[in-house]
């Protein structure tokens, strides 16, 4: 699939790029050869393969879930100007 000039103005456009005339016609050919090996990629055989998550195979080293923090919420919330039930309470701000 080749790319038009109209297609990559519209793709720099929403990537937010300024591109001169002169540069148009390298970015369609770039575009276009990148596009083309995708094309070519997507005809590869992959119904053997198994989805993963990571090429190697390793598990993640995970820490250990336990409270490290004490619960000052009581204390925090001493300097709130309204609370109730453990929660700051705000004055409306829509109407």
Known sequence: MSLDKDQVRQ?????????GDDEYAESVEKLS????FVDHLSEADTSGVI?????????????P??????NDRDR????????SDG?????????
């Open 33 to 36: 050869r990148i596009v083309d």
């Open 65 to 70: 879930d336990v409270v490290t923090e004490p």
């Open 51 to 63: 989805p993963m998550a990571h090429p190697l195979d390793i598990a993640q080293r995970l820490r």
């Open 76 to 83: 925090y919330q001493e300097n709130a100007a309204s609370v």
């Open 87 to 95: 929660l700051y309470l705000v004055p409306k701000v829509i109407e």
């Open 11 to 19: 793709i720099a456009t929403l990537a937010r790029l300024k591109l």
